[in-house]
């Protein structure tokens, strides 16, 4: 029996010609390798062993360090993966016109190479297809290319000219991130996706257009890190995805297009230089921490189509003075700008701008979340009775607050909720409170007191009076519920008593009296004349000497045919 094979039957097989290395399949070549040794130019020939040359197999020419130009043949359809990577001495590249598909790393660390055009009939590029060639100044990518791979430009530090073609559909993660001196990029109207960080750290890119015809698309983490100063989004864009633009200090203008239904987490955060800011009237859902830390907004506007706002998302605007939601809105309202939701029961955000004192209405029931966070200008707050629950960092960071008096209807009270407070001074919690949550009293550094008026509530953790010097005060009639420290501070009975002693009465026209009780406890002294009004004016603020007592004398009390005295909690 015979076998009779030919030569186009065969799959593949390996060979050699001047210095190359080869393999043919189907009638037609494949580069596997190249002489390590070559220097100079090399215009790659279009066929070997009589076969056309339509592929450069997967590192063919790998670290061939001495080549310093290469063109490829129309022939070729496909460059393999690593197939020119580590050609650092190259300065000249021509791709030839037939090649489709441009593999991964294909042309990466090319560091010499000053600039490169992609033919118009490559579809695709690979991934780091061009990965820190850092002396790459311009690329034109043409409208035939519909896919951009993974950090296909990445580290490209000196591209400053870069032409998308109008073809692209996808732009992978990370495909331009680090090209520091681009400055500006268009983004072509077929696009329909960009990948996390596509432009991240492009410390030159000031300006970025978002075709108006762009097909609907999710902008996810792009442009952080950025120097951008102008954003313009076209209407067809749906969605502005998590940290798309996060800290992009530099953006002063900014259009976001009509179409956009959703800023998502962060979107915006950090983005320092926006003064203003349109909300477009189909946006939905505004994210977690969206705009914080955006210190020049002053104003903002929450369009009646907004149903959802996530925590933090205006925290640390520190300009923002005023939030005003429209009218029409069924979740969100504003008054004297302050959002809250729809019946006012929730107190949601007060902007970090405002100063002075602050009354909650007495229509709230919720402190929401982060509700005062960092305003740093607040100086005092009334909460009224209504209110049954202060939420997790609602007062974070409010180191302008001196004093708060906490209603006999709270029950919780949040974690880190008064957390940084520094000039809070003196806190009364009432016997309503059941559970305080872990950290809420933490670094009020200058807080020497809190007054317990109930039992022991529940703490959420070992840091609720982390790094405050606070002695916690307790009422006799819960004295047997105490222990001697709480939350790791030292307690003592709040006990001062008047004494109807010797020293009670008028001596040299001035009315007086002994106050006893533990020693070195905290009492205020206040007077009225007319205890129906309830106004009562300060007289004293001190504590009790190392004995447990206090001579108090009014030198005014003569001046007025009746005054009534009380000791209270400072």
């Known amino acids: 029996m015979g076998l009779l094979l030919s030569a186009s039957a065969l799959k593949s097989y390996a060979l050699t010609e001047g210095d190359y290395t080869y393999t043919v399949a189907n009638g037609q070549a494949t580069i596997t390798g190249f002489t390590k040794s070559y220097t100079g130019a090399l215009s790659i020939t279009n066929a070997l062993g009589g076969y056309p040359v339509i592929s450069i ?205 959703s800023i998502c987490d962060s979107a915006f955060s950090s983005c320092t230089g926006l003064t203003s800011i349109t909300i477009p009237t189909k946006v939905t859902n505004i994210g977690s921490r969206a705009f914080m830390f955006c210190t020049g907004l002053t104003s903002v506007t929450i369009p009646a189509s907004v149903n959802s706002i996530g925590d933090s998302a205006f925290d640390l605007c520190f300009s923002l003075a005023a939030i005003t939601v429209d009218p029409g809105n069924a979740v969100y309202a504003s008054s004297d700008g302050v959002v809250f939701n729809k019946v006012f029961t929730t107190l949601i955000f007060y902007p970090c701008g405002k100063t002075g004192a602050y009354t909650i209405p007495d229509s709230v029931t919720t402190i929401g979340y982060s509700a005062f966070g960092e305003c740093l200008r607040l100086t005092s707050v009334t909460i009224p009775a209504s209110v049954t629950s202060i939420r997790d960092l609602a007062f974070y960071g409010c180191s302008g607050l001196t004093s708060v008096t906490i209603p006999g209807n709270v029950t919780t009270i949040g974690g880190w909720s008064f957390s940084g407070c520094t000039d809070l001074t003196t806190v009364a919690l009432p016997a309503s409170i059941t559970s305080i949550g872990d950290g809420a009293f933490s670094w009020c550094t200058n807080l020497p007191s809190v007054l317990f008026q109930g039992t022991p509530p529940t703490l959420g953790g070992s840091s609720v009076f982390t790094s405050a010097p606070a002695t916690l005060y307790y009422l006799p009639a819960f004295a047997s519920t105490w222990p001697s420290t709480f939350g790791g501070r030292p307690t003592l009975c709040w006990n001062p008593t008047v004494q109807r002693d010797a020293n009670f009465g008028f001596t040299s026209g001035r009315f007086g009296f002994n106050i006893v009780g533990t020693t070195n406890i905290p009492v205020a002294v206040e007077a009225s004349t007319n205890l129906s009004a309830g106004v009562w004016t300060p007289l004293t603020n001190t504590t009790l000497d190392t004995a447990g007592s206090l001579y108090f004398s009014d030198p005014s009390a003569t001046n007025y045919p009746a005054r009534f005295y009380r000791i209270r909690w400072p």
């Not at 130009?69 to 020119?84: A, E, K, L, Q, R």
């Not at 732009?171 to 072509?188: E, Q």
């Not at 120097?227 to 530099?250: H, M």
């Open 57 to 261: 197999g997967n590192s063919a020419f790998i670290s061939c360090v001495e080549l310093t130009s290469v063109t490829i043949p129309d022939s070729v359809t496909f460059i393999g993966d690593s197939g020119f990577r580590n050609c650092r001495s190259l300065t000249n590249l021509v791709i030839g016109a037939g090649v489709t598909n441009i593999g991964g790393y294909a042309f990466s660390q090319l560091y010499l190479l000053p600039a490169v055009t992609i033919p118009d009939s490559v579809t695709s590029i690979g991934d780091s297809a061009f990965y820190y060639c850092y002396n790459l100044t311009s690329a034109t990518i043409p409208g035939s290319v519909t896919v951009i791979g993974k950090a296909a430009f990445s580290s490209c530090h000196a591209l400053t000219n870069l032409v998308v073609g109008t073809g692209v559909k996808s732009i992978g993660d990370y495909a331009f991130d680090y090209c520091s001196n681009l400055t500006s990029v268009t983004i072509p109207a077929n696009l329909t996706s960009i990948g996390e960080s596509a432009f991240y750290r492009c410390s030159g890119l000031t300006s970025v257009t978002l075709h108006n015809d762009l097909s609907s698309f999710s902008l996810g983490i792009v442009f952080r890190h950025s120097p951008l100063a102008s954003v313009l989004i076209g209407d067809s864009v749906t969605s502005i995805g998590e940290s798309g633009f996060r800290n992009c200090s530099s953006l002063t203008n900014l259009v976001i297009g009509a179409g956009v239904t």
